[in-house]
């Protein structure tokens, strides 16, 4: 079956269901047990029956196996947000005296969580250059249990190589984790590529219309599911059934949405590599682009979400041009239909690779609005740009 088949029809079973072609939505804190001896035994439920409300329901499920199909992954389980998959699939693993390898590019919460949270639990984290590859073994320790990846970076848009990555820490015994947001599984195979663990923010492409918050974490086996599993029941985080329904919703035309963003958003960055204004756009599907080797060998496409670099440092001169855009909105998140633009400080968020460039990083969400309209609007943009510098 093709991808774009098994998006319109996995995690849904309409003869099941009278028909109707949508999984039904269940509310359920309580589930009933027919007998004491059925309750007295319903740890034997954990793994795929449904227990109590918050390990799971036919509608939560119907977006699990959605996903998991999706990834080519085993199984897989919904959080309330993408940063709660992250945090969840970290604390899963992870052990007091355990050490942790993270790209130096990751997206900011995650630092965080590993600096001011993992920390407290007696777990060290060390950031690494995203380019390392291979040479990750050099870092990899007795107690490095999780080398986790985020490729392309969050904001600087770095690709990592993966498979020399996932080769090196498996000969050491450890797992590799990945956030896969930006490619999502249509754009990137994280299983094919060496990934245990692969996350993502549902919130974004999966849900692609701003109206909803999700996290989803896929393994690669049984014994990984497990693990996540019994590591993140814990924490009492789950999803409610409108979100795990309008999810799906996202999910029937993520290919279509998708094939969209990447056309508009490598028209425009072409566009803006031919401006007077712009010091280079970083974009892996550029020949351009110091990741674009790997992006092509490993990628099968790109998503609308990249960064230009302004020649300019000016921040009125900056704000001039961002604030007056009229289909552009300020804002943070991506991967809904709307364009937004945001001038994150990588400085902000580095330590293994500090950020040398000049000027002004302005990252852009590519939305599905007509590209005329887009480039329209930041042609006047600059046009404003120029008048306050
Ligand atoms: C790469 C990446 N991963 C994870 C997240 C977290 O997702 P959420 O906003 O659902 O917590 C984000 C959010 O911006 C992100 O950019």
Request: charged share 20%.
């Amino acid at each position: 079956m093709k991808e774009d088949t098994l998006l319109v029809h996995a995690g849904r079973d309409p003869e099941r269901n009278h028909g109707i072609v949508n999984p039904p939505l269940y509310r359920a804190s309580t589930i009933l047990y027919p007998t004491l001896a059925e309750f007295a035994n319903r740890a034997a439920r954990k793994y795929t029956g449904f227990s109590y409300g918050i390990h799971g329901t036919p509608t939560t499920f119907a977006l699990a196996e959605a996903l998991a199909g999706l990834s080519g992954g085993h199984r897989a389980l919904v959080t309330s947000s993408g940063l709660s998959a992250i945090s969840l699939a970290l604390t899963a693993f992870l052990r007091q005296g355990d050490h942790v390898l993270v790209a130096d590019t990751v997206y900011g919460p995650t630092r965080a969580f590993c600096r001011q949270v993992l920390s407290r639990f007696g777990v060290e984290t060390t950031f690494y250059d995203p380019t390392i590859g291979g040479r990750i073994a050099g870092l990899i320790r007795a107690n490095t249990r999780v080398v986790y990846v985020e490729s392309p970076g969050s904001q600087t848009f770095e690709v990592q190589d993966v498979p020399a990555i996932a080769q090196a820490t498996h000969a050491r015994g450890a797992l590799v984790m990945m956030d896969n947001t930006w490619a999502t599984p249509l754009y990137f195979r994280a299983f094919d590529h060496g990934v245990d663990v692969e996350i993502q923010a549902g919130t974004k492409y999966i849900a692609g219309h701003s109206d909803l918050l999700l996290g989803v974490i896929v393994a690669k086996d049984e014994p990984t599911f497990r693990t996540l599993k019994d590591g993140t029941a814990a924490f009492g985080d789950c999803v409610a059934p409108d979100v795990c329904a309008l999810a799906l919703r996202g999910l029937r035309t993520l290919h279509i949405r998708l094939r969209h963003h990447e056309r508009s958003a490598l028209t425009i960055a072409r566009w803006l590599q031919r401006r007077p204004e712009v010091q280079r756009v970083i974009h892996p599907a550029l020949p351009e682009d110091p990741g674009h080797a790997l992006w092509r060998r490993d990628f099968r496409g790109a998503c609308g979400l990249f960064g230009v670099i302004l020649k300019t440092a000016s921040l009125p001169a900056v704000a001039a041009l961002v604030d007056g855009l009229r289909w552009f909105k300020i804002g943070a998140s991506w991967g809904g239909f709307e364009s937004l633009v945001t001038n994150p400080d990588p400085r902000d968020n580095r330590s293994a690779t500090p950020w040398a460039e000049t000027g002004t990083l302005l990252r852009l969400n590519i939305g599905l609005e007509a590209v005329e309209d887009l480039t329209a609007d930041l042609e006047e943009g600059f046009a404003r740009l120029n008048a306050a510098l």
